[in-house]
């Protein structure tokens, strides 16, 4: 077949089974990804001595953590390099990449010998492992929103794109669930021996049936239909879009510091704030993540019916109203349930940006830069907010203000309410077309 006739099948109208199989293959991937991602930080505790000289183990987690933090700053790069990618050879093509990124990444640290057998190397390599799983997360949600949003027909579009966070925390939780499993049945020496490499192994191995699957992929409708390739680069076309970047910025920051407050961070703060058990903490995080995974194709379809704007309110007024409350009150609770029913409700109204942020930014841009619009700014503001958000609420703590956070994470919800005030409903005015 030539390229033409490619290009024309690729074109053709997709039926609706078509359109879930590749939705299904590229979530999927996304699942792989956000695995790895958080594999790392659940197994940190136990690899920290195989990558570092023995010591204080502080300090081994300390170094264990600024090169996590390696892997944050390293995703607007491949938020950038991704979407040039993307919008250039498409979005099936830069898919495909991620996720080859990221199994190289978890097999390097599956695989490197320990700092007592190759000295420097280990930390060295484990640098260069985080590097192209940095790389590959900040690729993978601009390249994935495009594709999940250009995929699906524009009556399901919310729905569908929703399952991007849907898979996100799916790879939250099974992380989290392959660490209680070995902790189960290994014992901690074992783990700090060579149990830690098992789910980087695991996630290796799944990144290939993800490759797999993502090969199986079509093209987008809209990527095939693409007029000609633009005459500057992207990065240039991408400046002439201040206003749709600047909203992207704006409609991310509020959102994104909400999301980590409330997962990544939440169990750290039930333990080190409100004094519960390791085990209590992990088991109400397990808990409400896995409803709060349930909870977003029920907003993107809702988003379908209504519109993304008024869902967006939503989150931004209850956001700002309740933040204080809820984690005021829930530094003074004493039982599971209050603490339960707490989170859960501040991730009920965090869905109104999780289930359909990633729609309304592929909506905002026209196909040619579409994933590089949806990926740079997303991941330079994630870095910046999500990926700061433990650090800064740990800091209020340490000079004795940690309601200071609260009041943080408020106004910066606030900031973004003023974007979803001020902004079009991107359901009604989308750049997304596939005729």
Not at 59 to 80: K, Y
Not at 165 to 189: C, D
Not at 313 to 324: D, H, R, S
Request: hydrophobic content about 50%.
């Amino acid at each position: 077949m030539d390229s033409a006739s490619a290009i024309s099948a690729s074109a053709a109208p997709r039926t609706t089974s078509q359109r879930i199989k590749s939705i299904f293959s590229g979530s999927v991937g996304n699942l792989v990804e956000w695995y790895d991602w958080y594999v790392y930080a659940a197994f940190s505790l136990y690899f920290a001595k195989a990558f570092f000289p023995q010591g204080d183990m502080t300090a081994q987690l300390l170094n264990t953590a600024a090169i996590f933090a390696v892997g944050f700053l390293m995703r607007p790069i491949g938020g950038w390099l991704m979407g040039i990618y993307a919008d250039r050879k498409g979005r099936k093509a830069a898919l495909l990449a991620s996720v080859l990124l990221m199994c190289f990444g978890s097999l390097i640290i599956a695989l490197t010998p320990s700092y007592e057998t190759i000295g420097v190397g280990a930390p060295i390599l484990l640098v260069i492992a985080r590097l192209l799983q940095g790389l590959s997360v900040g690729g993978e949600y601009g390249t994935s929103a495009t594709y999940l949003s250009e995929m699906a027909n524009k009556e399901n579009r919310g729905f569908f794109s929703s399952f991007q966070y849907v898979t996100l925390i799916s790879g939250q939780l099974i992380a989290l669930a392959v660490l209680i499993v070995l902790q189960q049945t290994l014992t901690t020496e074992q783990l700090e021996s060579w149990g830690w490499r098992v789910p980087f192994f695991i996630g290796a191995l799944c990144a290939v049936v993800a490759m797999y699957l993502r090969r199986g992929m079509e093209e987008t409708e809209s990527f095939a239909k693409k007029k000609e390739e633009p005459k500057e680069s992207l990065l240039r076309t991408l400046l002439r879009h201040p206003k749709e970047v600047l909203t992207v910025v704006g409609l991310t920051m509020g959102g994104t510091l909400a999301f980590y407050t409330y997962t990544t961070y939440m169990q750290k703060y039930l333990v080190n704030t409100v004094g519960m058990s390791k085990s209590d903490s992990t088991m109400i995080s397990a808990a409400t993540l896995f409803l709060f995974m349930l909870l977003q194709p029920i907003v993107g379809a809702l988003s379908d019916k209504i519109g993304r704007r008024p869902i967006l309110i939503a989150f931004g007024v209850l956001g700002t109203v309740f933040t204080y409350p809820i984690l005021n009150t829930l530094h003074t609770i004493d039982t599971w349930w209050g603490a339960f029913f707490l989170i859960m409700a501040a991730l009920v109204i965090v869905s109104g940006y999780t289930s359909i942020n990633a729609v309304v930014k592929a909506e905002l841009f026209p196909t040619e830069i579409r994933a590089l619009g949806v990926g740079l700014p997303y991941a330079l503001t994630v870095s910046i907010f999500g990926g700061t958000a433990e650090y800064v609420a740990l800091w209020f703590k340490s000079i004795g203000m940690e309601s200071g956070f609260y009041w943080y994470v408020t106004a910066c919800i606030a900031c973004s309410l003023l974007v979803y005030v001020t902004m079009k409903d991107t359901q009604k005015h989308s750049k997304i077309t596939t005729d």
